[in-house]
C-alpha cells in the first residue's frame, strides 16, 4: 500500500500545550499537505510545504519536511480546544492527480 | 462563496436499494474525486475526473458508478449498497491550472447508512 503512516495515531493534550504529530510517506513527492477533519464534516486544507521547503509557518501551525527520511512533522502551537480533530497528510501520486492520505491523527484538547 | 456542495448530508437505504449522492463545485475546477471514509480511518479514493476523463481506482467495486455531466455537478451511484457501503462519502476537488500543486477543496460529506 503507498498510504503514508502516521503517530501518534491518538492525542490527547491540555490546552495550552503544543501538539505534533508525525507523517511519514514512501515515494518521491513535490509537496505534502496537511488537512484537518471535524468530526463528521470534510477535510480542510491546512498548509502545503514543497520538496524543496524544509520548514512552513501558518499561524499557530509549524510543517517541518524530510525528504531524506521521506517525513513530516506538524506542530501546533498553544492548542485550544477549537483544534480538536483528526489530521491528516496528504502526498499526491506522481504522474497521477490523485492523493494519498495518511492513517491521521486523531487530537483531542481538553479545556 | 465558492464551495463544494454535497446533497444530502445524510442518506439512509435499503440493503440493496440504489443510491445517488451528488456533488457541485462553484470552483470550476477541473479536477473532482470521490473518496469513501470510514470511521475513524484515512479517506479512500473510489475515483476521479479530470474534465470529462474519467479514472477509476483497480479497487474500487463494480458496484459504484460514477458520472460527471458537467463541470461544477459530479454523482455517485451504488447500484445495490451493502452494509459494507455504509460510510461518509466525500467530494473533492481541485484545478491543475497552476500546475500539481493544487490543494483539495472538499465538501461537507454525505453519511450513508445501510440498513
Known amino acids: 500500500s503507498q498510504q503514508g503512516e502516521e503517530d501518534p495515531q491518538a492525542l490527547s493534550i491540555q490546552e495550552g500545550e503544543n501538539a505534533t504529530m508525525n507523517c511519514s510517506y514512501k515515494?518521491?513527492?513535490?509537496?505534502l499537505q496537511w488537512y484537518r477533519q471535524n468530526s463528521g464534516r470534510g477535510l480542510v486544507h491546512l498548509i502545503l510545504i514543497r520538496s524543496n521547503e524544509r520548514e512552513k509557518h501558518s499561524g499557530r501551525l509549524r510543517v517541518t519536511l524530510d525528504t531524506s527520511k521521506k517525513s513530516s512533522s506538524l506542530l501546533i502551537t498553544a492548542s485550544r480546544a477549537a483544534d480538536t480533530a483528526s489530521y491528516f497528510c496528504?502526498?499526491?501520486?506522481?504522474?497521477?492527480?490523485?492523493?494519498?492520505f495518511g492513517t491521521g491523527t486523531r487530537l483531542k484538547v481538553l479545556a | 462563496d465558492a464551495m463544494v456542495i454535497q446533497n444530502p448530508r445524510y442518506q439512509v437505504t435499503q440493503f440493496g436499494k440504489p443510491v445517488t449522492l451528488s456533488c457541485s463545485q462553484t470552483l470550476n475546477h477541473n479536477v473532482m474525486y470521490w473518496y469513501q471514509q470510514k470511521s475513524s480511518q484515512a479517506p479512500k479514493l473510489l475515483f476521479h475526473?479530470?474534465?470529462?476523463?474519467?479514472?477509476n481506482e483497480a479497487d474500487t467495486p463494480d458496484n459504484f458508478q460514477s458520472r460527471r455531466p458537467n463541470t461544477s455537478f459530479c454523482f455517485l451511484d451504488i447500484r445495490s449498497p451493502g452494509l459494507g457501503d455504509a460510510a461518509m462519502y466525500l467530494c473533492a476537488t481541485s484545478s491543475l491550472d497552476r500546475g500539481r500543486e493544487e490543494t483539495q477543496y472538499f465538501g461537507p460529506g454525505t453519511r450513508l447508512l445501510v440498513l
Open positions: 515515494t518521491s513527492i513535490n509537496n
Open positions: 496528504a502526498t499526491p501520486v506522481a504522474g497521477t492527480y490523485k492523493y494519498i
Open positions: 475526473y479530470y474534465d470529462k476523463d474519467f479514472n
